[in-house]
C-alpha cells in the first residue's frame, strides 16, 4: 500500500486508540509523511481543534507501510485530557512533524535507558534503535505505582528491565536513581545512559551518573510554541549557552543541562494551566475520574 | 453619489481615513484603521490628476496601474478597479493596509508638497474590501496546463506572491507552511488590529479557486528536504522568511516572563492567547511590560501587550526617536494607545525573583556618536547612568535573522555569513540548480511588499527556465 504524500485526504484520523492506563491513552494516527520520515527521537506537535494549543508529543512508534505514526499521552491538562477523549475515528486537527533532531545511534557498547512515567514511551524508540545497532539494552522503569507502568513488555523485548515504584506495588519500591545506584555498585559496565520523564527524575539521573563520568543524555520537554525554531519559547541552557530544545534538541547532554532553569521557566503558565483544566473538567463530565 | 466632486480636483482636503477612537481600541484587538466609505473613496479619488507619466505607479514595488484604477474608483465601478490591481498584484487587501505608502507610490504623487498626496494605499484597500464584500471579486484566469510542477517553501508574501504568478502562467504549485496557518508573517505576525485575519483568508482562498495547492504542517528541511522536493517538483522557491530571534544578549534572558517579539505574537496572533481561556495558549504579561526596539515589530508587540491590560508598556530603544525604524503612523498610534518610549536606553541586566520569574531590568543611558556601518549614528553607552525598571515581562524585538533550517539540511545551498540564502541579483537563482529563493531569508528582516516583489521577479525567472524546456 502507497501513501501519496502530498495529499491532504484522511490526514490525522486516528485510525487506533488505545487506553493504557486510566490516564494514558495510545493513538495511532495516520500522518504518511511523518511515517516515511521518522527516526527514534523525533517529535511531533499535535492541536486537537480550532483555538486548541500546539504541544509536543515524541513518536513512540511508526508505520511507513501502513502511513502512521504512534503517540502516547498522558492526561496533564485540558489539553491532553482532551486529546485523550478523542475516539477512534476522530481526527486531531494538527499534526506537525517529524520535528527535532533524531538521536544518533551508534554502538556504545550497553546502554542503560531510565524511563520514569510516560517517559517510558518515549524511552522505548530509542532503546529499541540502540538494540538494533547492536547494543546490549538495560532498562530502569520508573512510575509512582504499579498502574501507572506502561510497555513494560515491550521493553523487557529488549533487554534486562528494572522496575521501581513509589509506593512498592511493583518491583522495588523507591527511586530510579537507587536501581542505577545498584547497577554501578556491583560494577555493571555502562557505556551511555539515556533518560527521559519529569525533569528532577532527569536531573538526579546526571547526578548519580556524573562521578563515573558515564556520558548521559536527557530528552528536554520545555514548554514549546511553533516547534520549528522561530520563537525561542522552548530555550535551555546547555553548557552556558542557550539552545533551541525543538530544533538542536530535545536530546542534550544531562551532564551540561541547566535542569533548575528549566524546572522554573516550565512552571511559567502554572495558575493559566490550573484554570483551564478546572474550566474543562467543570463543562465536561471527567470520564477517567481526575476528579 | 449625487453631488460628486468634479476629477481632477487635487485641492479638496487629503483624506487619511476614519480611525478607531483610542480609548476604545485599546481594549479590543480591531482594525485600528476603518478606511474609506464610498463617498470618500470616490471624493478622494477625484483629487487624482491622471498623470500620464505615472511617477506613483513606477515607485510602486509590484507596479500597480494607479491612475487607472483610482479612474475606476472615481467612476465607482469597483469590480474592474479591483481587476485592474488584480493585473499585476492578488494582494491589495494585505498591501493596502501593511504597505509604507508614505515611502513609495505617495512619497512620488505629484500632490505630495502642494495639497498631501492621493490617499492610494486607503483607496488600494477600499477597493478590495469593497469587492470582497460585494461579492464583485472573480479570481483571474489562468493559462492552460503546463505540466510543470513548482513547489513553494514558506506560505509568507513571498512565496504568495510566486505561487500566483506561476499558477496565471499554468504551472501546478503546492504551497508547504510549517504552521497550522498560511500567510506566515500575515498571520503570526502583523496583529490583527493593523490586518484582520478574514483579509489573509480571503487572498489565500483566491489562490486556492485557482487552483494553487496548500499543504500545512510539513518544516520544510526536517520533514521534506530541499532534495526531495526536487526530485518531485521542476522546480523549488524558498520563502521560508527571518523567523530566527535575535537574543538580547543580556544575562537573565532564560527567566520566565521573557520573550522573543516571534514568541510573544505568535501567542496573540496565531493562538488566539489573548481570547484566553476560551482559547488554550496562556499568556503572561504582569502588571509591567517592557518592550526592547524600536522597528515596527516592537510597535506590534508594544500595542498588543497594552490589549492585554497591563498598568503600563515601555518601549526602550537605544537612539532617538528621530532614528526609529517603525513607520510613523505606529509609532503614533502606539503612544495614543498609551505606551510610553523610553529613548538612548538600553537593557543591560534582567533580574528574577525566587521562582525564576522575571522582576526587574538594570538598563543604561546611551548618547550618540559617530555614525556606524549602516550609517546611523552609533549608540554609546554613558558610564554612570545604571537604573532599574521593574518588570513583570520583558518582549525582546530586536531584530529577526534568517530561518536556518534549510540552510542546515540542504548541502550545497551557498549562504553568507548571517545564514542569508545567497542568490543572483535580479533571477533570485541559488546556488543549486532549478531552486531559487527570495524574501526575508535571502534579505533578512525586510518588508513585506519587498518580498513580495522579490516574488514577482522570482517567478518571472522561473518561469522562463520552465518554459525553455528547463528546470530539473
Redesign the interface.
Known amino acids: 500500500m502507497s501513501h501519496d504524500i502530498y495529499s491532504s485526504e484522511g490526514l490525522y484520523r486516528i485510525v487506533e486508540k488505545t487506553d493504557l492506563s486510566p490516564t494514558v491513552s495510545k493513538h495511532v494516527i495516520y500522518a504518511p509523511l511523518i511515517a516515511v520520515k521518522a527516526k527514534a527521537g523525533h517529535f511531533v506537535i499535535l492541536r486537537s481543534r480550532e483555538g486548541g494549543e500546539r504541544i509536543p508529543v515524541t513518536l513512540v512508534d511508526w508505520s511507513p507501510e501502513n502511513g502512521t505514526v504512534t503517540v502516547i499521552i498522558q492526561s496533564i491538562g485540558k489539553s491532553t485530557t482532551e486529546m485523550n477523549a478523542f475516539k477512534q475515528g476522530e481526527s486531531f486537527l494538527d499534526v506537525a512533524g517529524p520535528l527535532g533532531t533524531p538521536v544518533e545511534i551508534k554502538n556504545w557498547g550497553t546502554v542503560l535507558g531510565v524511563g520514569g512515567g510516560v517517559g517510558i514511551a518515549e524511552l522505548y524508540p530509542i532503546a529499541r534503535a540502540f538494540k538494533e545497532a547492536g547494543n546490549e539494552v538495560v532498562s530502569i522503569l520508573g512510575a509512582r505505582s504499579k498502574d501507572l507502568l506502561i510497555l513494560q513488555d515491550e521493553m523487557a523485548s529488549l533487554g534486562r528491565v528494572l522496575v521501581t515504584t513509589d509506593d512498592g506495588s511493583a518491583g522495588r519500591k523507591g527511586l530510579v536513581t537507587d536501581a542505577m545506584k545498584e547497577l554501578y555498585a556491583a560494577g555493571e559496565k555502562i557505556d551511555a545512559i539515556f533518560t527521559i520523564g519529569p525533569i528532577v527524575m532527569m536531573k538526579f539521573v546526571a547526578e548519580a551518573s556524573r562521578p563515573h563520568g558515564t556520558p548521559t543524555f536527557a530528552s528536554l520537554n520545555p514548554i514549546m510554541l511553533d516547534g520549528t525554531g522561530m520563537c525561542g519559547g522552548c530555550r535551555v541552557e546547555i553548557a552556558g549557552k542557550p539552545k533551541f530544545a525543538c530544533v538542536d534538541g530535545p536530546m542534550f547532554d544531562a551532564h551540561q543541562t541547566n535542569f533548575d532553569q528549566l524546572t522554573k521557566r516550565t512552571a511559567a503558565y502554572r495558575e493559566s494551566e490550573k484554570e483551564s483544566l478546572e474550566r474543562y473538567t467543570k463543562d465536561h463530565k471527567c470520564r477517567i475520574g481526575l476528579h | 453619489m449625487e453631488n460628486k466632486p468634479k476629477k481632477p480636483t487635487p485641492s479638496l482636503k487629503h483624506n487619511l481615513g476614519r480611525h478607531q477612537d483610542p480609548a476604545a481600541r485599546r481594549g479590543n484587538y480591531d482594525e485600528v484603521a476603518l478606511g474609506f466609505n464610498l463617498e470618500e473613496a470616490v471624493t478622494e479619488a477625484a483629487r487624482c490628476l491622471g498623470c500620464k507619466t505615472k511617477p506613483c505607479e513606477l515607485a510602486c514595488p509590484v507596479n500597480i496601474k494607479i491612475p487607472e484604477f483610482v479612474d475606476l474608483v472615481y467612476k465607482e465601478d469597483l469590480g474592474a478597479a479591483a481587476s485592474k490591481i488584480f493585473e499585476t498584484s492578488l494582494f491589495p487587501a494585505i498591501c493596502g493596509r501593511v504597505c509604507p505608502q508614505e515611502t513609495y507610490c505617495e512619497l512620488h504623487c505629484v500632490l505630495r508638497e502642494k495639497f498631501g498626496p492621493v490617499s492610494i494605499g486607503r483607496l488600494e484597500r477600499f477597493t478590495a474590501d469593497y469587492a470582497r464584500k460585494n461579492g464583485l471579486i472573480t479570481p483571474p484566469p489562468c493559462a492552460p496546463d503546463t505540466g510543470k510542477k513548482v513547489a513553494c517553501v514558506g506560505s509568507g508574501p513571498a512565496s504568495l506572491a510566486v505561487a500566483a504568478e506561476l499558477r496565471k502562467l499554468g504551472h501546478a504549485v ?1 504551497v508547504f507552511e ?3 496557518e498560511f500567510g506566515g508573517v500575515l498571520s ?1 505576525g502583523i496583529p490583527t488590529f493593523r490586518l484582520p485575519r478574514e483579509v489573509v483568508r480571503f487572498e489565500v482562498d483566491m489562490l486556492r479557486k485557482m487552483g494553487v ?1 496548500f ?5 520544510v528541511g ?3 528536504t530541499i532534495e526531495e522536493l526536487k526530485k ?1 517538483f521542476d522546480a523549488v522557491y524558498i520563502g521560508s522568511g527571518a ?3 535575535s ?1 538580547l544578549g543580556a544575562a537573565g ?5 521573557v ?2 517579539s ?2 510573544f505574537l ?2 496573540v496572533n496565531l ?2 492567547a489573548h ?10 504579561i504582569g502588571k509591567r511590560v517592557v518592550v526592547v526596539g524600536g522597528g515596527n515589530t516592537a510597535m506590534d508587540s508594544a500595542r498588543c501587550a497594552m490589549r492585554l491590560g497591563p498598568e503600563s508598556v515601555t518601549l526602550l530603544y537605544r537612539r532617538t526617536r528621530a532614528e526609529l525604524p517603525a513607520r510613523a503612523e505606529e509609532v503614533e498610534n502606539a503612544l495614543e494607545e498609551g505606551v510610553k518610549l523610553e529613548f538612548l536606553t538600553a537593557p543591560v541586566q534582567l533580574e528574577g525573583d525566587e ?3 522575571l522582576k526587574r531590568v538594570k538598563c543604561i543611558r546611551m548618547e550618540l556618536g559617530l555614525p556606524d556601518a549602516s550609517g546611523r549614528r552609533r549608540p554609546v553607552p554613558q558610564d554612570n547612568t545604571e537604573f532599574y525598571l521593574e518588570a513583570d515581562s520583558l518582549v525582546v524585538a530586536i531584530g529577526q535573522g534568517p ?3 534549510i540552510q542546515q539540511t540542504t548541502p550545497g545551498l551557498a549562504t553568507n555569513k548571517w545564514g542569508g540564502i545567497i542568490v543572483e541579483e535580479g533571477t533570485a537563482k541559488t546556488s543549486l540548480d532549478g531552486i531559487y529563493a527570495g524574501g526575508d531569508v535571502v534579505r533578512g528582516g525586510a518588508t513585506v511588499l519587498l518580498a513580495m516583489k522579490d516574488g514577482k521577479a522570482a517567478a518571472r525567472a522561473m518561469h522562463e527556465k520552465l518554459s525553455s524546456g528547463g528546470g530539473k
Open positions: 503546492t510549517a504552521l497550522h503570526y495547492r499543504l500545512k504542517n510539513v518544516l526536517k520533514a521534506l518531485d523567523g530566527l530571534p537574543p534572558e532564560g527567566l520566565a516572563g520573550y522573543s516571534n514568541e505568535t501567542r493562538m488566539g481570547k484566553f481561556p476560551e482559547n488554550d495558549t496562556p499568556y503572561y521562582r525564576g520569574r530561518n536556518p533550517v
